[in-house]
């Protein structure tokens, strides 16, 4: 919670506070995370194309990482073996890397 307010009290595009991607600085391209502080600080303020706009694969993720959540925090992994089995297992794993990957090619070549 406190992660939480400081994103929304402190724009990270305007505070040295927070930290600038070590990878952008050294070879002036992205990595997938680059931007997801700034789109933290948008989702927060509720400015959905901002987020996109700074990294679109925070904005996708939120939808999986609170599945994650259900499963492991609230009972979910019992009720729904094959969910977790789904969508965590090794395949799933493979899948989201390729995604990450398949992302941070695409935002350098754009």
Same mark, same amino acid.
């Given at each position: 919670m406190a992660a939480l307010f400081v994103f929304y009290t402190?724009? /990270?595009a305007?505070? /040295?506070l927070f930290p600038r991607c /070590?990878?952008?600085l050294a070879t002036g391209y992205e990595c997938p995370g680059c931007g997801s502080q700034r789109a933290i600080h948008s989702l927060l303020h509720l400015e959905f194309k901002s987020a996109f706009r700074h990294n679109g694969m925070v904005l996708l993720a939120i939808p999986y990482v609170l599945l994650g959540v259900y499963l492991q925090y609230f009972g979910g992994s019992k009720r729904n073996p094959r969910l977790e089995k789904k969508f965590f297992g090794r395949w799933s794993a493979l899948a989201v890397l390729l995604g990450i990957l398949i992302f941070w090619i695409g935002r350098n070549l754009i």
């Open positions: 402190l724009d /990270p305007e505070q /040295p /070590p990878f952008l």
